[in-house]
């Protein structure tokens, strides 16, 4: 049975084109491959045909999982999603009230998060600590370093 996963328009034309990468370009190359080696000859000894059989079933095993992961996939239509409080793709920018340090990150599903581009997952302890707040309140979040407040100033598209 699949989850809902949540995706930008972006973020699922990039699973999909994970997955057809996967299907349609690297099995027919490992099959190509277990078939040199099944040439080979005697395959109870030939390193290479375990080799490819083992590459053979991890990349199964991935086209499987990205396969329910897009099942699964919904895109979120941005424009009617409410501005008033943090929901999946707002932009929030925060303050640490502990560091004054202000951040802005657009919460994203978990496989089109990238710290470096601003982009945290809703699952983190931030992204989920942050669902369903309003400009002005404060979340309590657990974070590994420990409890930090963070008061939201903004919530955009």
């Not at 303050?95 to 945290?120: Q, S």
Request: glycine share 6%; aromatic share 4%; net charge negative.
């Amino acid at each position: 049975m699949s989850t809902v996963s949540y995706y930008t328009e972006e973020g699922l034309q990039k699973l999909k084109e994970e997955l057809d990468q996967l299907k349609f370009v690297e099995r027919p190359s490992i099959s190509q491959q277990i078939a040199e080696a099944r040439d080979k000859g005697d395959l109870s000894e030939n390193a290479e045909y375990d080799a490819a059989k083992e590459a053979q079933g991890m990349l199964e095993m991935k086209i499987a999982k990205l396969e329910e992961m897009y099942v699964g996939a919904r895109v979120i239509d941005e424009s009617q999603l409410d501005t008033d409080k943090v929901l999946a793709l707002s932009i929030v920018k925060i303050k640490n009230l502990n560091t004054k340090a202000e951040m802005t990150f657009t919460l994203v599903a978990e496989t089109e998060a990238d710290i470096k581009t601003g982009k945290i997952s809703i699952n983190s302890p931030i992204g989920t600590g942050l669902l369903g707040k309003k400009v002005g309140e404060i979340a309590e979040i657990q974070v590994p370093a420990g409890m930090v407040k963070f008061e939201i100033l903004d919530i955009s598209r």
